[in-house]
């Protein structure tokens, strides 16, 4: 999605892309990262753990491909400073976030989705039998479920924060300040940030 905002998917080059940095059905920010790299792309990926905490060994989310991508996401973050590719730990502020999407500048943001709440979606998810009916991008589940979301921008007079969210390419989303700090910040998402730049 944010490959095809900055006018730069070619879909066979992208498709070598993932073969060649071995993404597979389980994606990490850092391989997020890698693909932007790969591109060209200039970014700066934030999260508050330099590699795989092993807390999330028995989360239901990571369970079933925990013990395979942990040494692969190890060593991505052990390589990537040899690969140009920009990691800090560090925390950011809604204030940081702000200020990069006043610039113009894009974000792609790891939340849980049983959290996240779109103010503006009229109906529940197409994929989720269980949802009530209401305003919900995605089901509400007690897990913690991993998605990756692009701000796009916020509006301080109505606090709210502007994404598109991947699984629904065809409509911009919104939620409050407050709802997205929560579901960004939840245990499992390391507060992992990837900071595109669309300069790049």
Not at 8 to 37: C, K
Not at 47 to 61: A, I
Not at 157 to 163: D, E, H, K, R, V
Request: hydrophobic share 35%; with cysteine.
């Amino acid at each position: 999605m944010v490959l095809r905002y900055l006018g730069q998917l070619d879909d066979g080059e992208f498709e070598g892309a993932l073969q060649e940095l071995r993404l597979t059905r389980s994606i990490w920010t850092i391989d997020l990262a890698y693909l932007m790299r790969h591109f060209g792309v200039r970014h700066r990926f934030c999260t508050q753990t330099l590699g795989v905490d092993k807390g999330y060994k028995n989360q239901s989310f990571y369970r079933k491909h925990f013990d395979t991508e942990e040494t692969r996401v190890n060593e991505l973050f052990a390589q990537a400073q040899a690969c140009k590719v920009l990691v800090e730990k560090c925390s950011v502020s809604i204030q940081d976030i702000q200020a990069h999407l006043a610039q113009g500048h894009v974000a792609i943001v790891l939340v849980n989705s049983g959290v996240l709440h779109c103010e503006l979606c009229s109906s529940p998810a197409k994929y989720c039998c269980f949802a009530p009916r209401g305003h919900r991008c995605f089901c509400r589940t007690p897990d913690y479920q991993g998605h990756f979301i692009v701000l796009r921008g916020y509006s301080r007079a109505t606090g709210s924060i502007f994404y598109n969210n991947p699984a629904f390419a065809d409509r911009m989303c919104s939620t409050s300040v407050s709802n997205f700090e929560e579901a960004r910040t939840s245990y499992g998402t390391d507060e992992d940030i990837l900071f595109v730049y669309v300069d790049s």
